[in-house]
Nanobody, 113 residues
């Protein structure tokens, strides 16, 4: 599975961004897709995850602000991020779960105060 993420950028606090991640290859084996993030000096953390059946879960820090969705026909997962905060600044990584985990290259999200 290959993952290509896009949509990062610079935004002011309170603004919105939408990340996209397109999966290619043996996508039929994917059981879930997720977004993780990592900021300098911190461990990579789960932001949101969605199963192939559409069940989603979120980190407490983003609940009510971020929404994960997927388009199975396009093998694409999205992360709609609203009311962004400076603490959301990080590199965001797309993840796909099969019998192993696959990672895409990160996309930088910077939120200015």
């Amino acid at each position: 599975v290959q993952l290509q993420a896009s949509g990062g950028g610079l935004v002011q606090a309170g603004g919105s961004l939408r990340l996209s991640c397109v999966a290619s290859g043996t996508t039929g084996t994917m059981v879930a897709m997720a977004w993780y993030r990592q900021s300098p000096g911190k461990q990579r953390e789960l932001v949101a995850r969605i199963t192939s059946g559409g069940s989603a879960n979120y980190a407490d820090s983003v609940k009510g602000r971020f929404t994960i969705s997927r388009d199975n026909a396009k093998n694409t997962v999205y992360l709609q991020m609203n009311n962004l905060k400076p603490e959301d600044t990080a590199v965001y990584y797309c993840n796909a779960e099969t019998w192993r985990a696959y990672w895409g290259k990160g996309t930088q999200v910077t939120v200015s105060s």
